[in-house]
């Protein structure tokens, strides 16, 4: 299975795919897509390839941005969040790496006022525009979702997992179709093989139309005479099959992908459902992950703060040793640049923030407290204006900020009980390491 990483990066924008506002409502992405299925369609752009590639470039931009959650998701995360690593062609996607047209229309056809299918009827007023009639129902599978813990190695570098899926697939006896033998189906006497049926109303308006499913065969445009013996006609059966995901790196707590067509499979040769594949990330014990960044917190003895020295740093690839200039201040927050977590939009790499502390004995014996009494007569113990103004203005932006200040409650917490906190809890998130961070 080929996971092309770089093939999403090129994929449109679909609110620009639309020409809709990102603020736009579901009825004007509707309209949106609309007009653009209507200049497109095959059946007004006969051979023209160009034509049809837009037509599902359209119709993937719809079905993202036509749904809640999935727009939600592809607001945050643009089309990795949607598909991956993949996009067009790849393991994961929407139209683009496997839907026919016929999909399409059997999933939207009916925005355009028939049933399902393209502009058969419904388009009608348009001097037969869409000429190809309606289009046969074809039942679609259910989505099937797993959970995937990574750690942060895995997510730094992108990692293939395999899936055991417990799932429907096609029935191997029938081939999927549901009918016993060849002759087992044949074409609906009720609607005649085209899935709808033309109701006529009388209204003080004259004479109004409508199409609906044909109630004989449920819009597929045939019945099944001999149902198969091992499905009973459903064309499906509960199997296993095993999956191989390739995770992009950079991926993020709460994403999810999506695996176009690994889902459950469609009743009669139907569309499968997708398996939607979301991300948890595994607690690390050292380092706090600030979307690409990673945080360490360092605790430097005093002497080695006031002397110098090396200290070794864990990172995603192993310890570093990183050197400390005499008289380090705590508060400082030294940068190892590349050392974080790659973009999942291939947009660089975050860096490693080293964030320092300095530790103060809490017990002396006569000699160290000795010691000390006599380095405190020493003017360079005591700390000048300059020195004063630079750490205090730093806890004076930490505290200034609601969410810096939980964060360090938090660190501290940690530091008394031992518990790891994932991002330091979800109240202070993202936003309370960036403020303490860049404060400094």
Same mark, same amino acid.
């Not at 993937?60 to 999935?70: C, H, I, R, T």
């Not at 109630?215 to 296993?240: H, L, Q, R």
């Not at 948890?280 to 600030?290: C, H, V």
């Given at each position: 299975?080929?996971?092309?990483?770089?093939?999403?990066?090129?994929?449109?924008?679909?609110?620009?795919?639309?020409?809709?506002?990102?603020?736009?409502?579901?009825?004007?992405?509707?309209?949106?897509?609309?007009?653009?299925?209507?200049?497109?369609?095959?059946?007004?752009?006969?051979?023209?390839?160009?034509?049809?590639?837009?037509?599902?470039?359209?119709?993937?931009?719809?079905?993202?941005?036509?749904?809640?959650?999935?727009?939600?998701?592809?607001?945050?995360?643009?089309?990795?969040?949607?598909?991956?690593?993949?996009?067009?062609?790849?393991?994961?996607?929407?139209?683009?790496?496997?839907?026919?047209?016929?999909?399409?229309?059997?999933?939207?056809?009916?925005?355009?006022?028939?049933?399902?299918?393209?502009?058969?009827?419904?388009?009608?007023?348009?001097?037969?525009?869409?000429?190809?009639?309606?289009?046969?129902?074809?039942?679609?599978?259910?989505?099937?979702?797993?959970?995937?813990?990574?750690?942060?190695?895995?997510?730094?570098?992108?990692?293939?997992?395999?899936?055991?899926?417990?799932?429907?697939?096609?029935?191997?006896?029938?081939?999927?179709?549901?009918?016993?033998?060849?002759?087992?189906?044949?074409?609906?006497?009720?609607?005649?093989?085209?899935?709808?049926?033309?109701?006529?109303?009388?209204?003080?308006?004259?004479?109004?139309?409508?199409?609906?499913?044909?109630?004989?065969?449920?819009?597929?445009?045939?019945?099944?005479?001999?149902?198969?013996?091992?499905?009973?006609?459903?064309?499906?059966?509960?199997?296993?099959?095993? !999956?191989? %995901? $390739? *995770?992009?790196? #950079?991926?993020?707590? /709460?994403?999810? &992908?999506?695996?176009? =067509? +690994? @889902?459950?499979?469609?009743?009669?040769?139907?569309?499968?459902?997708?398996?939607?594949?979301?991300?948890?990330?595994?607690?690390?014990?050292?380092?706090?992950?600030?979307?690409?960044?990673?945080?360490?917190?360092?605790?430097?003895?005093?002497?080695?703060?006031?002397?110098?020295?090396?200290?070794?740093?864990?990172?995603?690839?192993?310890? !570093?040793? %990183? $050197? *400390?200039?005499? #008289?380090?201040?705590? /508060?400082?927050? &030294?940068?190892?640049? =590349? +050392? @974080?977590?790659?973009?999942?939009?291939?947009?660089?790499?975050?860096?490693?923030?080293?964030?320092?502390?300095?530790?103060?004995?809490?017990?002396?014996?006569?000699?160290?407290?000795?010691?000390?009494?006599?380095?405190?007569?020493?003017?360079?113990?005591?700390?000048?204006?300059?020195?004063?103004?630079?750490?205090?203005?730093?806890?004076?932006?930490?505290?200034?900020?609601?969410?810096?200040?939980?964060?360090?409650?938090?660190?501290?917490?940690?530091?008394?009980?031992?518990?790891?906190?994932?991002?330091?809890?979800?109240?202070?998130?993202?936003?309370?390491?960036?403020?303490?961070?860049?404060?400094?």
């Amino acid at each position: 299975m080929e996971n092309n990483i770089h093939s999403y990066m090129e994929k449109r924008d679909y609110y620009e795919v639309l020409e809709v506002e990102k603020t736009a409502s579901a009825e004007e992405i509707k309209k949106a897509y609309r007009k653009k299925a209507i200049q497109y369609h095959p059946d007004k752009n006969p051979g023209d390839k160009v034509a049809e590639e837009k037509f599902k470039e359209a119709a993937e931009a719809y079905d993202v941005l036509s749904n809640p959650d999935k727009r939600a998701r592809y607001d945050q995360f643009g089309h990795a969040g949607m598909s991956g690593a993949a996009g067009n062609g790849g393991p994961f996607g929407g139209f683009s790496g496997g839907m026919s047209m016929d999909d399409i229309f059997s999933m939207f056809g009916d925005i355009f006022g028939g049933h399902s299918g393209g502009f058969g009827g419904g388009f009608s007023g348009f001097g037969g525009f869409g000429g190809g009639g309606a289009q046969q129902r074809r039942y679609r599978g259910s989505d099937l979702r797993v959970k995937v813990k990574l750690n942060l190695k895995e997510i730094s570098t992108g990692v293939e997992k395999k899936f055991k899926l417990k799932k429907y697939v096609p029935c191997s006896h029938c081939h999927g179709t549901g009918a016993e033998g060849d002759g087992g189906a044949e074409t609906c006497p009720t609607c005649k093989g085209s899935g709808t049926v033309i109701r006529n109303q009388q209204t003080i308006l004259g004479t109004m139309q409508t199409r609906t499913t044909c109630p004989t065969c449920g819009g597929e445009g045939k019945v099944i005479k001999n149902k198969c013996k091992e499905c009973a006609g459903e064309g499906i059966v509960y199997g296993e099959e095993v !999956v191989t %995901v $390739k *995770i992009p790196a #950079g991926v993020a707590e /709460g994403m999810q &992908l999506s695996m176009g =067509g +690994k @889902g459950n499979a469609g009743k009669h040769n139907g569309v499968p459902g997708d398996l939607l594949i979301l991300i948890e990330e595994e607690q690390d014990k050292e380092l706090i992950r600030d979307e690409n960044d990673l945080i360490y917190n360092l605790l430097l003895s005093f002497p080695t703060a006031a002397l110098g020295g090396a200290v070794e740093i864990p990172t995603i690839d192993g310890k !570093v040793k %990183v $050197k *400390i200039e005499s #008289g380090t201040q705590p /508060g400082k927050v &030294l940068r190892l640049r =590349g +050392k @974080g977590l790659p973009n999942v939009n291939g947009y660089g790499t975050g860096d490693l923030l080293v964030n320092v502390s300095v530790y103060v004995p809490e017990t002396l014996n006569k000699e160290e407290k000795k010691a000390l009494e006599e380095m405190e007569r020493s003017d360079n113990f005591k700390p000048n204006t300059s020195i004063k103004e630079k750490i205090f203005k730093k806890f004076k932006n930490a505290f200034r900020h609601k969410k810096s200040y939980i964060w360090n409650v938090a660190f501290l917490c940690r530091k008394e009980s031992g518990l790891y906190f994932n991002k330091c809890t979800n109240f202070a998130g993202n936003s309370a390491l960036s403020a303490q961070t860049n404060s400094f």
